[in-house]
């Protein structure tokens, strides 16, 4: 009995320690150790700990997650912002074609490195499998409707073993998997039936597993009707810039006099910026999915209104002069305070000065003059 006290006891602290305050919250994240190039790399996470009725991240809060190629030089693929939702839990999908073949990590970003307590799982590993250096694909990638679809290759380190084919499109299987013969020198060809034009996901594996996949484009034939939107024009504009300093805590801000119709806003590389910008409904959006190689940029429609932009960059400890580039617009213009609709005072219109006292009884005298004469 002393013992299970004990243990309960300790399990009590250590869910103390946790979610003792906000700048420990605890956080996991989860990825399967094994994704195929091409399947969506699914990354789960939750703020939940066992015990407790409540997430230690509250409803609502944001940050990413990265994915890292991680075989030799650690190099950014890609982000994805998350949002804890009610339940304490978050999700970031990775789409995963033609990234080669290797050791990946998925990381959270702890956006004060103060945020998430010593016990939370903040970085996981997965192989990203892709041998798409084993095979070679012959038949075209681009193939004119005839009724099928000609798939051919070889996979000279299979020998006469055989390869694995699986065809789909539009998400339904059409072939497969099925095995097919193999000459000794691993090449192979195969005719798939098929009703319509489109685009089609071949698979191919071995053996061994799963080798790579491909993607073939079928023109002409019959098809799916499809409504075609009214082709719309987007005016022709020559970009302007301004450049301004930004840091976490002191971001930059810009007023974007926008013309009518797409509106482009471009930050300059070299720091992982985030954007986000008001638009002329004073509703704030945020785009953050460039690292430091590229800038960040939020494409949107405009009336042809004033819409204000903030940019900031990710990391607390970064601080530096960005460029924003606009197309579409009039004028962007650096902004010297906070705009209203980013938390800032909104503007008032200046009240008239009454004249000092001294200048009234001035008048006053002036006035008993003139009447005296």
């Known amino acids: 009995m002393k013992r299970i006290a004990w243990l309960s006891l300790t399990t009590l602290i250590s869910m103390l320690l946790i979610v003792s305050s906000a700048s420990a919250a605890y956080v996991a994240i989860s990825v399967p150790d094994r994704v195929e ?10 703020a939940n700990v ?7 991240l509250n409803p609502g809060f944001s940050t990413e997650i990265v994915l890292y190629y991680a075989t030799g030089t650690k190099q950014e693929i890609a982000r994805r912002t998350v949002v804890v939702q009610q339940d304490g839990t978050f999700t970031a999908i990775f789409g995963t074609a ?7 990590t998925v990381e959270i970003v702890d ?15 997965v192989t990203i499998v892709n041998r798409a250096d084993e095979i070679t694909v012959t038949s ?15 996979l000279p380190g299979v020998g006469n073993a055989g390869v694995q084919v699986e065809v789909r499109h539009d998400g339904e299987n059409v072939f497969g998997p099925t095995y097919i013969q193999t000459t000794e020198a691993g090449a192979f060809a195969l005719t798939v ?12 594996a071995d053996a061994a597993g799963f080798i790579t996949a491909a993607e073939f484009l079928v023109t002409g034939g019959p098809a799916a009707p499809t409504t075609t939107a009214a082709p719309t024009t987007t ?28 509106v482009t806003v471009e930050t300059s590389p070299g720091i992982d910026w985030v954007i986000e910008y008001a638009d002329e409904d004073a509703t704030i959006h945020k785009v953050n999915e460039k690292g430091m190689v590229e800038g960040e940029k939020a494409t949107f429609t405009a009336r042809g209104g004033t819409v204000y932009v903030k940019v900031y960059p990710m990391s607390y400890t970064d601080s530096g002069t960005v460029r ?24 008032t219109t200046p009240q008239a000065t009454p004249l000092p006292a001294i200048l009234g009884v001035f008048a006053l005298l002036v006035l008993l003059f003139v009447r005296q004469r």
């Open 111 to 125: 956006p004060t490195k103060t945020t998430f307590g010593g016990s939370s799982t903040t970085l996981r590993w």
């Open 98 to 104: 033609g990234l080669r073949g290797g050791q990946y």
């Open 235 to 262: 005016p022709s504009s020559t970009a302007i810039t301004a450049t301004a300093s930004a840091s976490r805590d002191a971001p930059a801000y810009f007023a974007v006099d926008t013309k009518t119709g797409t």
């Open 37 to 46: 190039a091409g399947e969506p790399l699914v990354v789960t996470g939750t």
């Open 140 to 154: 075209p990638a681009t193939q004119a409707y005839d009724g099928t679809l000609d798939i051919a290759g070889s």
């Open 50 to 56: 066992e015990g407790l009725s409540k997430p230690t």
């Open 193 to 204: 039936p098929i009703r319509e034009g489109g685009t089609y996901q071949v698979r191919f």
């Open 324 to 347: 924003l580039t606009v197309e579409n617009a009039d004028t962007v213009q650096t902004s010297q305070t906070v705009p209203a609709a980013f938390g800032g005072a909104p503007a």
